[in-house]
C-alpha cells in the first residue's frame, strides 16, 4: 500500500490542524495505520495508532487527550486531529500501515508502508 500524508502547516501554540493520511493500491482494511513525527535531532516518536478493523485506538503519552485519531471509510483516509498545539508538537509527521500486534503499535517494526512525511509547526 502507498501512503500519502497530507495536512501539515504553520499554526500558533493553542491552535490545530488536521492530518490526513490516504492509501493507494489497496484499501486499509485489515491494517493498523500508525502516526509518528521527529523533531530536528531526536528520534521518531509514537503517535498514536488506529486499527481499521473495529476502530481501536492507541496514543503516545505527549499527545493523549489533545490528538484524536479516526477512520474515513468512505475516503479510505486516516486522520489525525490536533489540539491544543504546543510548540514541542513540531515535527515531520509521517503514516505508516502494517500488522503489528496492536499492543505493541507505538513499534515502528511492526509497520511495512510509510508516508513521506508533512511538516508540522508550532509557533510560540
Known amino acids: 500500500v502507498q501512503l500519502q500524508a497530507s495536512g501539515g502547516g504553520l499554526v500558533q501554540a493553542g491552535g490545530s490542524l488536521r492530518l490526513s493520511c490516504a492509501a493507494s493500491?489497496?484499501?486499509?482494511?485489515?491494517?493498523?495505520t500508525g502516526w509518528f513525527r521527529q523533531a530536528p535531532g531526536k528520534e521518531r516518536e509514537f503517535v498514536a495508532a488506529?486499527?481499521?478493523?473495529?476502530?481501536?485506538?492507541y496514543y503516545g503519552d505527549s499527545v493523549k487527550g489533545r490528538f484524536t485519531i479516526s477512520r474515513d471509510f468512505t475516503k479510505n483516509t486516516v486522520n489525525l486531529q490536533m489540539n491544543r498545539l504546543k510548540p514541542e508538537d513540531t515535527a515531520v509527521y509521517f503514516c505508516?500501515?502494517?500488522?503489528?500486534?496492536?499492543?505493541?503499535?507505538?513499534?515502528?517494526?511492526?509497520?511495512?508502508?510509510w508516508g513521506q512525511g508533512t511538516q508540522v509547526t508550532v509557533s510560540s
Open positions: 488506529i486499527r481499521w478493523s473495529g476502530g481501536n485506538t
Open positions: 505508516a500501515a502494517g500488522t503489528p500486534i496492536f499492543s505493541t503499535s507505538r513499534l515502528e517494526g511492526g509497520y511495512h508502508s
Open positions: 493500491g489497496r484499501p486499509f482494511s485489515g491494517y493498523t
